[in-house]
């Protein structure tokens, strides 16, 4: 058996067996695979007499058109043909698309796609934008074009299993050019102009203004809502549409916000379509597509996946893909020109790949941070399993422990060449990009660690009066001396600013939380807390994630309400923390006046005002709200109902056992 045979039989599983990359509560059931003709991307598109298939005779989904879709679903309807006209007149601006989407494939590292295959797909749309531009009957040539591309994307998209990487874009761009790859293309471009620094050349001559950006990326965003309208409105489900629905969550998360309904409604579109596909559901040997089709497949996969359980995270809310019910394999780590080459050579690439589909050399690509990050999702899930299920304390005590025994165990099975380090900014390789995500990957880990000693606090320890806070806090300050140092870097980084906001915000602010209140606890304490960071360094860090959450805030790319509330409680808990710590240190003063003060700190002040704390003003007690259990959907959900300030009466187990914070 070679190399490439194991790798395989790892990573594709046989029925009744839950993957090799799976966590250990990892699915055991086998899903049996439902077919579209006519809907499916091809892998799925299978002669019924092929061996190996099988389908479910009670399933709701037929595997043959019915009369009424033959007879009524197919046929089309003049508004929709002006809809698709409206979209095709997008193309106008297809000189600054195609640089957007080009510089996009250039720089980012989350890309999905091969590189060769959306740059093919871009350049065929040249041809009829030249057509539709140059024609003396403009507004007849766009009517025809679009009639063409409404009935090419009602027909199904089929892609063979011998269909060869050269030829896949051609099944869906030129003459056959489908309304869902104009819509992925315009979401591109769309979040290009988002995200893309302020500095790039292409915005010297085209929407140089940050308004002028937005305007252009709403225009993007409506296009190809459109196109997704267009395509439920004929139950057009394929590859393509998943592409698109996948760039049109994190477009609507960009305008929205994370935590909006709106952000929340088309991800669970985008879910919804891939169980429709069964991209959750590793197919069988019978009915595979080509090998470029199904890595694709399983990147989409990945990437869904882990977009669940962030988002599941920061709303406070069920996740929707669920580990239990999916077996989809990791996607190998390959180079996209090692996907894109002949069958030949990606069997070879995937020789050259170790026992967990990992490249032996150090290949840091958008691949690299797929495969890191769905596997901590997996332990995410659990968490949330967890935490928003119903448990004893003590079942739940143990899973807990499991969860953080098999992430440390995860974290140590990465190849070495993906740990972050922090000197990896002072030196131009790598690029500020990969340092970005490296750093995306280890903070992931250094969270849900975070995240786990929070939930052991709350299940185990809240409970008993001298329950052990050490642990949580430890992690608390792991992750925030991680965030404020790199915020540095971000903040410096050309175009770095929304991944400079979204990893203070989604990291950095559950763990200042926590820490705030800990650092006023142990100054109302007399400075007395367990905890290895002394109260000084702690003072500082959380002074500047402050400073840098307050600069946020006071920007106008800062329209949500949740970040505004979130930024405020740290800012304000600090000075109270720093308040309660001089009156304690002045009280030390005039009653023992011999004595040494033993928490570090700023020296007592001669003369003190008094401090008026707020008195409680919401309707629900005070009490209710532990903030040391506080993650970020939490977090949020207890700014709604309780005002910043009146943190006064919030009762926490103990923080001190005689150790001293910066002794």
Known sequence: MTDHDVIIQRLHPSPGRAPASSSATGPSAFVTTATFNGLLAASAVVSSSSPGLETNPHSAFSDQPSSLESSHVRQTNPVDELQVA?????????????????????????????????????????????????????HSQTATTAARVLQTTLQPLVITPDTAASDFTRLMTGPSLRLETLGLLFATAGLAALKLPN??????????????????????????????AICDRYFIVNDVTIWLRADNVTLTSLVYGNTSPQAWHVSGLLF??????????????????????????????????????AMSTVCGKPPRLLRHYCDRRQPLHLLDDELTGSE??????????????????????????????????????????VELGFGDSVQDGNIIREISR????????????????????????????????LLVVYVEYLDIVFLVERLLYIRVHASNSQGDDSALLTAGALVLSTTVTSSRHLSRSSGAYIDYVWVLMFYGLPSATVLALALK????????????????????????????????????????????????????TLDEALNARMTTNTAATTTAPSES??????????????????SFSSSLPVESFDFLAMDEGGFGEAMNC?????????????????DVWGA
């Open 406 to 437: 098999g992430v440390h165990e995860a974290w140590n099975r990465f190849p070495r060449y993906i740990r972050y380090d922090h000197s990896c900014w002072d030196s131009s390789n790598p690029s500020p990009n990969i340092c970005f995500m």
């Open 597 to 614: 003060v033993t928490a570090s700190g700023p020296p007592p002040a001669t003369a003190q005002p008094s401090i008026s704390m707020p």
């Open 199 to 228: 500095t790039e050349f292409i915005f010297i001559h085209h929407a140089p203004s940050n308004t002028e950006r937005k305007v252009f990326a709403s225009k993007m965003a409506s296009a190809s809502e459109t196109c997704l």
């Open 521 to 572: 606890r142990s100054s109302s304490l007399g400075g007395r807390a367990l905890h290895p960071l002394s109260w000084p360094s702690m003072y500082r860090q959380l002074s500047a994630l402050a400073a840098d959450l307050e600069g946020i805030v006071e920007t106008s790319d800062c329209s949500h309400s949740p970040m505004k509330r979130g930024s405020k409680f740290p800012v304000d």
């Open 272 to 309: 919804n379509d891939i169980v429709v596909l069964n991209l959750h559901h590793q197919s069988d040997e019978a009915s595979r597509g080509p090998l470029v089709l199904e890595e694709i497949q399983a990147r989409v996969f990945a990437a869904a996946y882990r977009t669940d359980k």
């Open 86 to 138: 409206d979209v095709l007149s997008c193309l106008s601006d297809l000189d600054f698309i195609s640089k957007l989407f080009k510089r996009w494939y250039e720089v980012s590292e989350v890309r999905i796609l091969p590189t060769r295959f959306a740059l093919e797909a871009i350049s065929s749309l040249r041809p009829t934008a030249a057509s539709l531009a140059n024609s003396p009957s403009i």
């Open 642 to 658: 309780l005002d910043a300030n009146d943190i006064a009466a919030l009762d926490f187990a103990s923080f001190g056992r005689g």
């Open 344 to 385: 030949e050579d990606i069997r070879a690439a995937i020789d050259t790949l170790d026992e967990d589909g990992w490249s032996r050399r150090a290949n840091l690509h958008s691949t690299t941070w797929l495969r890191a990050r769905f596997v901590l999702s997996t332990f995410r899930e659990e968490m949330l399993r």
